[in-house]
């Protein structure tokens, strides 16, 4: 199965455009306030319509009220949406009855939301670290017993280690943003470029 590879963190056209153009298949637009990645709808959705239509825009919240998501989401024309945070199962299924979900869930609650989302294909889970955006691998042996089938991987992945978390976990995805950046919310393009190349090794 060929592995999807989103970058986080895009506030610009300029890093939405290196990122696909490295071969990205999904950018991640970060609309939560205490990220220092946040980027406007505006500015999310113009990086979103100039990486053409195959490239996933990935709208990141935590915690924001179901009104909100949609209506950003909405502004910023995103394909999909990925939810940080402690959130009832109900409030992630109204989301997902408009947008496919990216659910984001730290080690501690990976079992309970696994059994929860199994039977839902709106609903993907993404393994984190408990600070998004931190930069902090987890332990991937800890997990190499249950990581769920079709699960995405982040936390502290980027091109000295995705290769090895890819072959201790199979995941269906990897994600990453600190990793790959000059500064924060500004991309390094050769960091961006090495990541991809090691996600997808020919
Ligand atoms: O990155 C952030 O600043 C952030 C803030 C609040 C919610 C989510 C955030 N990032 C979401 C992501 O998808 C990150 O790529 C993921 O947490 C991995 O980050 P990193 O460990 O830095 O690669």
């Known amino acids: 199965m060929t592995v999807r590879v989103k970058v986080c963190g895009t ?11 490295a071969g990205a298949d999904a950018l991640g637009f970060i609309f939560a306030p205490v990220s220092k990645r946040l980027v406007t709808p ?10 053409g239509p195959v490239v996933a825009r990935i709208g990141v919240f935590l915690g924001q009220g179901l009104d909100e998501v949609l ?23 109204q989301v997902a009855a408009y947008y496919p979900v990216l659910r984001v869930v730290r080690p501690a609650d990976l079992a309970v939301e696994a059994d929860m989302w199994r039977d839902e294909p709106g609903v993907t889970l993404m ?12 332990d991937w042996a800890a997990l190499r ?11 502290g992945l980027g091109p000295a280690n995705v290769a090895a978390a890819m072959q201790a976990l ?4 990897v994600d990453a ?20 190349r090691a996600a997808r090794p020919s």
């Open 127 to 138: 393994l984190d670290a408990p600070e998004p955006g931190g930069g902090v691998p987890l």
């Open 145 to 155: 017993d249950v990581f769920p089938r079709g699960a995405w991987l982040a936390g």
């Open 11 to 21: 506030t610009s056209v300029r890093d939405a455009v290196l990122s696909a153009e």
């Open 177 to 196: 943003v600190s990793r790959l950046e000059a500064s924060p919310g500004v991309k390094d393009p050769a960091l961006v470029e090495e990541f991809v």
């Open 71 to 93: 209506r950003t989401a909405e502004a910023a024309r995103v394909s999909a949406v990925q939810l940080h945070g402690p959130l009832r199962g109900l409030y992630v299924r």
């Open 170 to 173: 199979n995941p269906a995805g």
């Open 42 to 51: 505006q500015v999310a959705r113009e990086a979103g319509l100039s990486v």
